[in-house]
């Protein structure tokens, strides 16, 4: 089996990516005393987050299967990247606003989403020149 379309094969990677990311720690909390391990903050810690988080999963993977409406697979795809957008607000406001003492864990979870959504944004480019293609090749004919 081969994949001909690079965007399918990059909403597939965000997948991935996103829910590798619900299972990984994004933050990490400084012990109070000197003599006990930091705690890690996980996606699942947070219901909200967790359900922004499974919902942009299962709306990348519905867009791979969009392959033959290709403007509805770019607006699914859009939609799946500003609510990526919103995950990094959401995390940012959850990490900053109720663990002030909590340091984020770039290399870990955060990283995973920040690839997602550079994937999510490399199909939707794809897309748009797929688009661009069928239109010249309708100027044609």
């Given amino acids: 089996m081969v994949i ?3 965007q399918s094969l990059l909403l ?4 991935v990516l996103m829910c590798v990311f619900c299972s990984t720690p994004y933050a990490r909390i400084s012990a109070v005393e000197a ?5 890690s903050v996980f996606v699942y810690d947070a219901p909200v987050f967790l359900t922004i988080n499974i919902v942009i999963a ?3 993977f519905i867009a791979i299967f969009m392959y ?3 403007r509805r697979q770019m607006t699914v795809t859009i939609i799946s990247i500003v609510l990526m957008c919103a995950s ?5 406001f959850i990490l900053y606003g109720t663990m ?6 770039w290399t870990g979870g955060v990283l995973l989403l920040l690839v997602a959504l550079v994937c999510a944004l ?3 480019r794809f897309m748009r020149k797929d688009l661009k293609l069928l239109r010249s090749y309708d100027r044609l004919r």
């Fill in 88 to 92: 990094a607000v959401t995390c940012g």
């Fill in 35 to 39: 003599t006990l391990a930091p705690t």
């Fill in 122 to 124: 490399a199909a939707y």
């Fill in 4 to 6: 001909q379309r690079w």
């Fill in 100 to 105: 002030p003492d909590a340091e984020l864990i």
């Fill in 58 to 60: 299962v709306v990348l």
């Fill in 68 to 70: 033959r409406n290709l």
């Fill in 12 to 15: 597939l990677i965000a997948v």
